[in-house]
């Protein structure tokens, strides 16, 4: 188990980015991460991930071709990178880190940091 902590969210307009940074203390080299995101009134949503290697990136078809997910292991930084953000990406985004793949289960979770799209 180990502390991760997102920011980087904030208020923009639509068409607009953000970059959001997730740091994690401790060791992460060998931990996938993945971004996740929950809507007022919605289920949580899988947004994008990173395997631990950096070999796999998968995106959420809503986010795919806007989004880029990176990772910089000297920092145990991993990075979000928004483009041309709507109103329907406005969520609380959350970073969680899971053992080596994205497909393994997530067990330490970030507080969130909020991404507003509005005019």
């Known amino acids: 188990q180990f502390q991760l902590v997102e920011s980087g969210g904030g208020l923009v307009q639509p068409g607009g980015s953000l970059r959001l940074s997730c740091l994690a203390s401790g060791l992460t080299l060998n931990y996938a991460i993945g971004w996740f995101r929950q809507a007022p009134g919605k289920e949580r949503e899988g947004v994008s991930c990173?395997?631990?290697?950096?070999?796999?990136?998968n995106y959420a078809d809503s986010v795919r071709g806007r989004f880029t997910i990176s990772r910089d292991n000297a920092k145990n930084a991993v990075y979000l990178h928004m483009n041309n953000l709507k109103p329907e990406d406005t969520a609380v985004y959350y970073c969680?880190?899971?053992?080596?793949?994205?497909?393994?289960?997530?067990?330490?979770w970030g507080l969130g940091t909020q991404v507003t799209v509005s005019s």
């Open positions: 990173i395997s631990a290697t950096s070999g796999t990136r």
């Open positions: 969680a880190a899971a053992l080596s793949f994205c497909d393994s289960d997530f067990t330490s």
